[in-house]
């Protein structure tokens, strides 16, 4: 029972930090990937299916120093959003796996012809934790806020606006159409990942 006991708090204790070791993976990631070519790495719809690492390493592009500062603050903001949040590793493995995804579906916006940044494997995120936050009675409102708060972002950037907008306080050109499929990636992995673990508990106690 001991020895049982120990098996499963130290996978509790993965669980915990495997949220901030990701957030932490990204960070360091993508100041390393600084010194490789743009083009080499970065989301282009023409060799999405050629060149499939596009998927993982278009996180990792980013076009100025001012864009990449701010996103690299605001992958840290998501380590500790995931960590206040205590999320389990189940959590962690669905915005593992939107991480790809919300690029993938950039897809449906030919017209990006190039796409780089943090920003929308960030909000994927976001929605993974409110996913989380909603299935836990005593934090659901907590959930429902930040997920209302997440949509209203979403509607205000008009996503369906064009694959480029110009805005006030950038250097560069933001595409919210990112955003959308980040966090639409998010929901996704976030919902299988609590079927699937509300399943094989189901079975688990028959």
């Known amino acids: 029972m001991r020895a049982g006991g120990g098996a499963i708090g130290s996978w509790s204790w993965i669980g915990r930090h495997a949220w901030v070791a990701l957030a932490a993976f990204m960070f360091v990631a993508t100041l390393a990937a600084q010194a490789l070519p743009t083009s080499a790495?970065?989301?282009?719809?023409?060799?999405?299916?050629?060149?499939?690492?596009?998927?993982?390493?278009?996180?990792?592009v980013h076009f100025s120093r001012h864009?990449?500062?701010?996103?690299?603050?605001?992958?840290?903001?998501?380590?500790?959003?995931?960590?206040?949040?205590?999320?389990?590793?189940?959590?962690?493995?669905?915005?593992?796996?939107?991480?790809?995804?919300?690029?993938?579906?950039?897809?449906?916006?030919?017209?990006?012809?190039?796409?780089?940044?943090?920003?929308?494997?960030?909000?994927?995120?976001?929605?993974?934790?409110?996913?989380?936050?909603?299935?836990?009675?005593?934090?659901?409102?907590?959930g429902a806020s930040l997920f209302t708060g997440l949509l209203a972002k979403l509607l205000s950037e008009s996503p369906w606006a064009g694959p480029v907008q110009h805005l006030d306080g950038w250097d560069i050109g933001v595409a919210p159409i990112a955003h959308a499929t980040g966090v639409a990636a998010g929901v996704l992995c976030a919902v299988a990942g609590e079927l699937g673990h509300r399943h094989f508990s189901s079975r688990h106690h028959d």
């Open 41 to 60: 790495i970065d989301w282009q719809p023409d060799l999405a299916w050629r060149e499939p690492w596009r998927w993982w390493t278009a996180l990792f």
């Open 67 to 142: 864009h990449l500062v701010a996103n690299l603050l605001g992958v840290g903001l998501i380590a500790l959003l995931g960590a206040s949040a205590r999320v389990p590793a189940r959590v962690t493995l669905a915005w593992a796996v939107a991480w790809p995804l919300t690029h993938l579906a950039l897809l449906v916006e030919p017209g990006l012809r190039h796409y780089g940044g943090l920003s929308g494997v960030m909000h994927a995120a976001v929605a993974v934790v409110c996913m989380h936050l909603l299935t836990r009675p005593a934090q659901r409102w907590i």
